[in-house]
C-alpha cells in the first residue's frame, strides 16, 4: 500500500510526496488550491473613507467592506425627494380638478373677454376699429372661453396621465439615487476569506472596477500535477497527508 504526503503552501503551491511501504519510494509534485472566489466591485464612483476589512479577514454576508463618500449623492437625493413632490402635487390638482376659486376668476376673465370681442364686432361694422383689432380681440375671447370650460369640466384624460407619469418618473429618480447611496456602503455578499483588497483610503473607485476578493476557503478543491513517468504509481482513493509548506519551513 502505497501512502501519499502532500505539502500545501499558503500562497497556494503544493508539494506532494509519496512512498511506497514495499520498496521506499517517493513521489513529489507540485499543485494548487482552488476554492469560490467573488469579485466584489463598487457600483458607484467616488472616494472611500475608510476600508474595514484586511486580506486575510474572515466576513459574513452583510459584513461591511468598504465605505465610500455618499455626500454628492444625499444632495442629489434631497433634489429629487423635492422634485418627486412637486410632481406628486401636480398630479393631484390635476386629477382632484380646479378649485372654486379659480373657475370663478377664469368665468371673470372669459365674460369680460366676451364682452370685448362683442364691443369690437360691433365696432368693426362700422369700420371704427381695423381688422386686426378685431382679430386680437376674438383670439383673447377663444383663449378665455377655452380656460373656463377646461376649469369647469376638469383636466382632460391625456393630462391626468402625463402628470402621473412625471409623477412617476420623478419617484423613479429618487429611488436611483436612494440606492446610489445605499450603495456606497460595500458589504459581502458571502461568507468567505478577505484574499484581495484593493483599494485605500483616500483613494478614487469606478463603478464596474474590483476592490475586493472573498474566497470560500471552507470547501476548495486541490490540483496536483504529477509527471506523467509516476502516474501509473498513484491510484483512486489513494491516502493523502496535507501540510502547509509554512507549517514544513518551521519544522526545520
Known amino acids: ?55 486575510g479577514a474572515r466576513v459574513a454576508a452583510g459584513d461591511t467592506l468598504a465605505v465610500i463618500d455618499d455626500t454628492e449623492y444625499l444632495i442629489q437625493l434631497r433634489q429629487a425627494r423635492a422634485a418627486q413632490r412637486a410632481q406628486e402635487s401636480a398630479y393631484r390638482l390635476v386629477l382632484e380638478g380646479s378649485r372654486r376659486e379659480d373657475i370663478l376668476q377664469s368665468e371673470t376673465a372669459f365674460r369680460t373677454a366676451e364682452a ?62 436612494q440606492k446610489k447611496v445605499r450603495d456606497c456602503v460595500l458589504t459581502a455578499p458571502a461568507e468567505g476569506t478577505v484574499t484581495l483588497r484593493g483599494i485605500e483610503p483616500g483613494e478614487y473607485v469606478s463603478p464596474g472596477a474590483p476592490v475586493f476578493r472573498i474566497t470560500n476557503l471552507d470547501r476548495v478543491k486541490l490540483m496536483i500535477y504529477v509527471a506523467e513517468a509516476d502516474l501509473g504509481k498513484i491510484r483512486t482513493g489513494q491516502d493523502a497527508d496535507v501540510v502547509t509548506a509554512a507549517a514544513l519551513t518551521r519544522a526545520t
Open 1 to 55: 500500500m502505497t501512502r501519499t504526503a502532500l505539502f500545501i503552501a499558503l500562497a497556494p503551491i503544493m508539494l506532494l510526496s509519496a512512498c511506497s511501504h514495499g520498496d521506499g519510494e517517493f513521489i513529489e509534485a507540485s499543485g494548487t488550491i482552488e476554492g469560490t472566489d467573488i469579485t466584489v466591485s463598487s457600483e458607484v464612483m467616488g472616494r472611500v473613507v475608510s476600508v474595514r476589512v484586511n486580506e
Open 116 to 177: 370685448d370681442y362683442e364691443r369690437m364686432k360691433e365696432l368693426l361694422a362700422t369700420n371704427t376699429v381695423t381688422r386686426k383689432q378685431y382679430d386680437d380681440a376674438y383670439n383673447r375671447y377663444v383663449a378665455a372661453k377655452q380656460t373656463f370650460q377646461k376649469t369647469v369640466t376638469g383636466s382632460r384624460r391625456q393630462e391626468v396621465e402625463g402628470a402621473r407619469a412625471r409623477a412617476e418618473s420623478a419617484a423613479a429618480q429618487a429611488d436611483l439615487l
